[in-house]
């Protein structure tokens, strides 16, 4: 008997916005998979592109990035930097041998709950889909 699919999903969250809207959507009880483990980081800007590498090389599926709209950052350009890096990471995608679905971004604010939590599901069922993660497979990580 084989187990039902269960993607692991790392999102890296901005303080200000996007970890606001994940809590939102826990507070309101919206439905939304648990297969996200949730980093809040202080700006979305943060993100470094190695980061993200080394969760898909711990075993993640997919990765979420997720920030302050455009314009609206509480550092003023950090998800512009966001944006230069995750399309940077976006052409990296194939070169690691990876679906370019597996990496998402996503704007939303703290006031966003059900956008985030429409975000993270989407998310999830695009990488049931794709499986998971052949990276994880290939160095010895992931779930045993």
Known sequence: MSRKFDPNIVAFTCNWCSYGGADLAGISRIQYPTSAKVIRLMCSGRVDPLMVI????????????SGCHIGDCHYSTGNYRTLVRYEALESAMEVMGLHPDRLKLLWASASEGQRWADGITEMTETVKKLGP???AKELGGGKK
């Open 54 to 65: 080394e969760a898909f090389k711990n075993g993640a599926d997919g990765v979420m990035i």
């Open 133 to 135: 993660s052949p990276l």
